[in-house]
């Protein structure tokens, strides 16, 4: 069964997750690269094409059009514009959502019927859109939530104790934005709660690090890719081996009837459920102060 990836907005993160995907071995077996700006998309094509003889797999990489998403197993978006040094991804709302409704009424056309994965910013409330728009079963509509916040954080926590950050057990949920947060109560290093290893003083600055780590590199270099191009491909193989794998990407949340980072079931058809989590009273709060702010914006659609 061929495995195709249509990526629709091929900038920097569309262009990093094609990348990512082109040097990791994994099922993909198509990825088709669409975007406004057709010249450009045929360049890219070309450009991974030649490094074709020195990838782990064969792949199939073309600029493609809408009518390429009809037998696609995954579409990305990565379209829309990107925060600008020290924006706030809630900025971006008015002009993604635009942006997107376009994307999902030629996508629909097209009677594709795989896995909406969704990047664009403000990543929930835009997955929000696409779901609401679409009308797609809401598993079959998966926002990259926390996913990239939770790689950063175990990052740092595994750096600076000289441990692998396979082994750093932790997440960060809610909205993937200024109200995200950390569940310590749910965070182990190994099998050995994190408070065995690291003051809670310490942790809170790890916490603090990982909300501000796009205002961060964006100052520095104007933009964030790599990090959510490698989160996109760890996700897409969640979903093409049907993995049952536990990620904090942004899921609906029946309860709020928002999309937002949880802890989440995914596999071949999407998101199949959360896994249990039990918050303290605080981290409670924490997290549905995070889903009122996503539902006010969505409000404000
Ligand atoms: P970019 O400006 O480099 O690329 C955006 C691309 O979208 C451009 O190539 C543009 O031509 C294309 N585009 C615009 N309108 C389009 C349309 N109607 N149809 C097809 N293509 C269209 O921006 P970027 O840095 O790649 O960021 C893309 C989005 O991803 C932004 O919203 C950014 O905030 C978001 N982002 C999300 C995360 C996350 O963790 N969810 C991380 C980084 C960036």
Same mark, same amino acid.
């Given at each position: 069964m061929e495995n195709k990836v249509v990526i629709i907005g091929c900038g920097n993160v569309g262009m990093s997750y094609a990348y990512a995907l082109l040097n990791q071995k994994t099922k993909v077996t198509d990825i088709i690269l669409i975007d406004i700006d057709e010249e450009r998309v045929v360049g890219e094509a070309m450009d991974l094409n030649h490094g074709l003889p020195f990838a782990p797999g064969k792949v199939s990489i073309k600029a493609g059009t809408?009518? $390429?998403?009809?037998?696609?197993s995954i579409i990305c978006i990565c379209a829309g514009s990107a925060q600008k =040094?020290? =924006? &706030?991804? @809630?900025? @971006?709302?008015h002009q993604n959502e635009k942006i997107v409704k376009d994307i999902v009424d030629k996508v629909l056309k097209t009677n594709f019927h795989g896995i909406f994965l969704v990047v664009t910013n403000p990543v929930d409330v835009i997955t929000y859109v696409v779901q609401d728009y679409s &009308?797609? #079963? &809401?598993?079959?509509v998966i926002g990259t939530g926390t996913t990239l916040d939770t790689a950063r954080l175990r990052f740092l926590i595994g750096e600076h104790l000289t441990i *692998? #950050? &396979? *082994?750093?057990h932790t997440y960060v949920l809610g909205?993937?934005? $200024?109200s995200e947060f950390v569940p310590?109560?749910?965070?182990?290093i190994g099998s050995s709660q994190i408070e065995d290893y690291l003051e809670y003083e310490k942790l809170k600055n790890f916490e603090t690090e990982v909300k501000n780590a796009a205002y961060d590199v964006i100052e520095r270099k104007g933009a964030t890719y790599y990090g959510i191009g490698m989160s996109l491909v760890r996700i897409t193989n969640a979903i093409l081996n049907d993995e049952n794998t536990i990620l904090t990407v942004s899921s609906y949340n029946k309860e709020h009837d928002v999309y937002i980072g949880m802890p989440s079931i995914v596999n071949q058809k999407g998101v199949v459920g959360l896994a249990k989590i039990s918050l303290t009273d605080e981290e409670k709060q924490k997290f549905n102060k995070s889903v009122e702010i996503v539902k006010e914006e969505i409000t404000k659609l």
């Open positions: 809408y009518t $390429d998403c009809m037998d696609a =040094e020290g =924006e &706030k991804r @809630l900025n @971006l709302i &009308k797609f #079963p &809401k598993g079959k *692998n #950050p &396979k *082994n750093v909205e993937h934005g $200024d310590w109560s749910n965070a182990f």
